[in-house]
């Protein structure tokens, strides 16, 4: 972690937006919608308690958005949003996923290749 982000990338493999914005609109593997809107406009029930995803490529860097997938509460350590990639310190863990992240290394990377790809003023497939 280098100041309010993790500037260096998880994997050696970069990370694949189409994959991420697959990956963010699944409810059974990253659940963002559940907490988060965003320009998927194919899914319906936008979470409204976490901040919209639109333009999140606009008000966070790379390393940012990193941080805040692997471990938002190294930011803010009242926040209600999981770590998806942090296993130690975690509390009730159910016994199958003890020691194991919400997310691979390389689905956060291609979460955040995604997130990075939304910018302010962008509607759904436009390009940065």
């Known amino acids: 972690m280098v100041g309010d982000g993790i500037p260096a990338s ?6 694949d937006a189409v ?3 697959a990956i963010v609109a699944d409810r059974t593997k990253g659940l963002c919608l559940l ?5 998927i406009p194919e899914e319906r029930f936008h ?3 976490g901040p919209d995803l639109a333009g999140a490529g606009s008000r966070w860097s790379v390393g940012a958005l990193r941080l805040r997938l692997v471990d938002a509460r ?3 350590p009242d926040t209600i949003m ?3 990639y942090r ?4 509390a009730r863990v159910g016994t199958p996923w003890r020691g194991k992240p919400v997310l691979e290394a390389q689905d956060i990377e291609d979460v955040v290749a ?11 497939g436009s390009r940065p």
């Not at 998880?10 to 990370?15: K, M, S, V």
């Not at 296993?87 to 975690?90: L, R, Y």
């Not at 995604?114 to 759904?124: P, V």
């Open 10 to 15: 998880l994997t050696d493999t970069p990370g």
């Open 19 to 21: 994959r991420g914005r």
């Open 35 to 39: 907490c988060h809107a965003g320009p």
């Open 47 to 49: 979470g409204d308690i």
């Open 74 to 76: 190294a930011l803010n």
């Open 82 to 84: 999981p770590s998806y």
């Open 87 to 90: 296993i130690e310190g975690t």
């Open 114 to 124: 995604y997130l990075a790809t939304l910018r302010d003023g962008q509607t759904e």
